[in-house]
């Protein structure tokens, strides 16, 4: 049986995710920083697989380790999913504006932590078939205005990622572009705006799948542009 671990899961894209992995029997160990949230979700997954619920914050090292600890206990991971994010004020400031603890602190969560999470589970990813997936946004690559915050941030992350894959050619390296979704982080984007007109989180999970299953070389991916998956690969 496959394992994957999938951060922000509690809710918008990453529960998403965990609900199609659980409806393909992954073991799935899942995190989320409310924990009344992340223990609901659990519950509901627990009826279709086996699933290892930590509540606390990708930012905190003492949480990763914990992650880590129910990873090794599972005996290996085959997918990492770094989807947690945080968007940083609300509504978003100019950079000229931009508190710099706040601004930090969107690193530490957006970009600082993935890699971090991904040092601590290197040793456990498998060799054959290993996946790594950065959920990333299109704010990475365009200079939306008062985006400078979370873009930059995501920014980072995919150079990141782009060199973790160059030095690890064994594992598939990916960042996910799920697009415009209609999300809690994206409303908190657009506060008091109406929203409706953006899909919901879902239309991401086939590309996101397709990822997971398929044999697409390392690199940068738009979700919602990629098939239904191909189970190409016959992951444990």
């Known amino acids: ?25 992954w073991t799935l160990v899942i995190d989320g920083r409310d924990p009344t949230a992340l223990e609901a979700v659990a519950a509901a997954l627990s009826r279709k697989t086996t699933v290892r619920a930590v509540a606390g914050d990708v930012a905190d090292p003492g949480h990763r380790l914990a992650l880590r600890s129910v990873v090794e206990e599972l005996d290996g991971l085959d997918v990492l999913v770094n989807n947690a994010s945080v968007l940083g004020p609300s509504p978003q400031p100019s950079l000229a504006e931009y508190p710099l603890d706040v601004f930090e602190e969107v690193y530490r969560v957006n970009t600082v932590a993935p890699l971090a999470l991904i040092q601590l589970m290197l040793p456990a990813l498998r060799a054959a078939g290993g996946r790594i997936i950065n959920i990333t ?14 873009g930059s ?11 973790l894959a ?15 979704l209609r999300t809690r982080l994206h409303q908190e984007a657009f506060p008091g705006e109406d929203i409706s007109d953006r899909p919901l989180p879902k239309v991401a999970i086939p590309g996101l799948l397709r990822l997971i299953y398929g044999t697409l070389p390392s690199g940068r991916y738009r979700a919602q542009e990629l098939s239904a998956p191909v189970k190409e690969v016959a992951l444990p």
């Open 1 to 25: 049986m496959a394992t994957a671990l999938v951060t922000g899961a509690s809710r918008g894209l990453g529960l998403e995710l965990a609900w199609a992995l659980a409806d393909d029997g």
């Open 137 to 150: 946004s299109d704010a990475a690559v365009e200079p939306y205005e008062g985006w400078g915050g979370y």
């Open 153 to 163: 941030s995501k920014a980072a992350l995919e150079q990141v990622t782009r060199i």
């Open 166 to 180: 160059a030095e690890q050619p064994d594992l598939r390296v990916y960042l996910a572009d799920p697009g415009d």
